[in-house]
């Protein structure tokens, strides 16, 4: 998983990341010498954040306290309770018109049936990951947005609730994906402060993120450092064309 270590830095580097990339690996099988998640999580989404101190593999029952995550992530083998407290939670929310009963049908479900998670820094993950997810400010997702539009050719889309459901949505899709979160995974991870917003790249493509978001980081903090030149003359009453300022900032 070498490959894994170069794509990391690199990704941590042109987008000064906080979070380390997280793998999402989907598996049939528990992997030899992967450690299973202990404790209990509120909700699937803790688990990324976990991650970014280690590898770890989940099964149904860790996630069952989110009853809407199982969903997305089409978890095999739910226990008796999990329908009714899945239609007891849908109830409630349709009370609050928060989620309409045709808003479900339009909710992101992954396409095959999930036996195990295994949840890992991108960096040290034991298995080839099914999806990458990135923690980042505006700033860093505009480079993101940049970099997506040239790999995806279209502009990614902006989910809302669940967070959850963006796994779903970029590997269903295979194109990159924007999650806003939702209320839940606001609350559950600090990670995911208000600032923060959640991406979800398909792992098949990562390579060519990767390849564009450096170039185009680059390309911003140049870009960035002329208009900020540009602004301080204007300001103080200059009218620089752009080779002028080019050659200002190149001087």
Same mark, same amino acid.
């Given at each position: 998983?070498?490959? %894994?270590?170069?794509?990391?830095?690199?990704?941590?580097?042109?987008?000064?990341?906080?979070?380390?990339?997280?793998?999402?690996?989907?598996?049939?099988?528990?992997?030899?010498?992967?450690?299973?998640?202990?404790?209990?999580?509120?909700?699937?989404?803790?688990? @990324?954040?976990?991650?970014?101190?280690?590898?770890?593999?989940?099964?149904?029952?860790?996630?069952?306290?989110?009853?809407?995550?199982?969903?997305?992530?089409?978890?095999?083998?739910?226990?008796?309770? %999990?329908?009714?407290?899945?239609?007891?939670?849908?109830?409630?929310?349709?009370?609050?018109? %928060?989620?309409?009963?045709?808003?479900?049908?339009?909710?992101?479900?992954?396409?095959?049936?999930?036996?195990?998670?295994?949840?890992?820094?991108?960096?040290?993950?034991?298995?080839?990951?099914?999806?990458?997810?990135?923690?980042?400010?505006?700033?860093?997702?505009?480079?993101?947005?940049?970099?997506?539009?040239?790999?995806?050719?279209?502009?990614?889309?902006?989910?809302?609730?669940?967070?959850?459901?963006?796994?779903?949505?970029?590997?269903?899709?295979?194109?990159?994906?924007?999650?806003?979160?939702?209320?839940?995974?606001?609350?559950?991870?600090?990670?995911?402060?208000?600032?923060?917003?959640? @991406?979800?790249?398909?792992?098949?493509?990562?390579?060519?993120?990767?390849?564009?978001?450096?170039?185009?980081?680059?390309?911003?903090?140049?870009?960035?450092?002329?208009?900020?030149?540009?602004?301080?003359?204007?300001?103080?009453?200059?009218?620089?064309? %752009?080779?002028?300022?080019?050659?200002?900032?190149?001087?």
């Amino acid at each position: 998983m070498n490959q %894994y270590v170069d794509i990391s830095k690199t990704l941590v580097q042109c987008l000064r990341l906080a979070l380390p990339p997280i793998a999402v690996c989907l598996t049939d099988q528990v992997p030899a010498g992967v450690p299973r998640h202990e404790g209990a999580a509120p909700a699937g989404c803790v688990f @990324w954040q976990k991650a970014a101190s280690g590898a770890f593999v989940t099964s149904t029952p860790d996630h069952e306290l989110c009853s809407i995550g199982v969903y997305t992530h089409n978890m095999s083998n739910p226990s008796g309770s %999990y329908k009714p407290e899945l239609q007891t939670v849908l109830k409630v929310l349709e009370q609050m018109q %928060y989620v309409r009963p045709q808003d479900v049908t339009e909710i992101p479900v992954l396409q095959r049936e999930v036996s195990h998670v295994v949840y890992a820094p991108l960096a040290a993950t034991p298995l080839p990951p099914d999806v990458v997810l990135l923690f980042a400010h505006s700033g860093q997702g505009l480079v993101i947005t940049e970099a997506v539009q040239q790999v995806d050719a279209n502009t990614p889309p902006a989910l809302g609730r669940p967070a959850c459901a963006v796994v779903a949505q970029a590997l269903n899709t295979q194109r990159a994906a924007l999650s806003l979160g939702c209320c839940g995974a606001r609350a559950y991870l600090d990670a995911l402060s208000d600032g923060v917003a959640l @991406w979800a790249l398909p792992a098949a493509k990562l390579e060519r993120y990767v390849s564009s978001i450096a170039t185009l980081a680059k390309a911003n903090d140049v870009l960035g450092q002329f208009h900020r030149l540009r602004r301080i003359d204007v300001e103080a009453g200059a009218r620089p064309t %752009y080779e002028q300022s080019m050659a200002r900032l190149q001087g």
